[in-house]
C-alpha cells in the first residue's frame, strides 16, 4: 500500500502563486508515476500534471501548460506543483494520485492511490 498526503492549498488572489506537495510513506518503490488532478464543484475530476519516478517524463494538461511545474525530490519521496500565474477557473480540490503502470498518465483511472485532496481557492 501507499499512503499520499497532500499540503498546501490555500486562498490565493489571480495572478498569484501555491506550491502544493505531495508526500508518499508505505511501499513507494511500486510507485511509477506520480500525478495530480483536481476537481471543482459540479465538474468531473480532470487531469493536471504527472511525473514518472525518475523525472524524466512530464506531463501537462492544455489549460495549466506555462503556469504550472511538476517536479519531485526522490530523497523525501514528495511530488511539487508549483501553480503559478492562478486563475479563478483554477479554483479546486487537488489531488495527488499515485500509479504502478507506465502508462495512462493523464487518465484517473489508471492510478492506483489517492490522497484525501487539498483546496485551492483563487479570488478574482
Known amino acids: 500500500q501507499v499512503q499520499l498526503v497532500e499540503s498546501g492549498g490555500g486562498l490565493v488572489q489571480a495572478g498569484g502563486s501555491l506550491r502544493l506537495s505531495c508526500a508518499a510513506s508505505?511501499?513507494?518503490?511500486?510507485?511509477?508515476?506520480t500525478g495530480w488532478f483536481r476537481q471543482a464543484p459540479g465538474k468531473e475530476r480532470e487531469f493536471v500534471a504527472a511525473?514518472?519516478?525518475?523525472?524524466?517524463?512530464?506531463w501537462y494538461a492544455d489549460s495549466v501548460k506555462g503556469r504550472f511545474t511538476i517536479s519531485r525530490d526522490n530523497t523525501k519521496n514528495t511530488v511539487n506543483l508549483q501553480m503559478n500565474s492562478l486563475e479563478p477557473e483554477d479554483a479546486a480540490v487537488y489531488y495527488c494520485?499515485?500509479?504502478?503502470?507506465?502508462?495512462?498518465?493523464?487518465?484517473?483511472?489508471?492510478?492506483?492511490?489517492w490522497g484525501q485532496g487539498t483546496q485551492v481557492t483563487v479570488s478574482s
Open positions: 508505505g511501499r513507494t518503490f511500486s510507485i511509477y508515476i
Open positions: 494520485a499515485a500509479s504502478r503502470w507506465a502508462s495512462g498518465a493523464t487518465s484517473w483511472n489508471s492510478y492506483d492511490y
Open positions: 511525473i514518472t519516478q525518475s523525472g524524466a517524463s512530464t
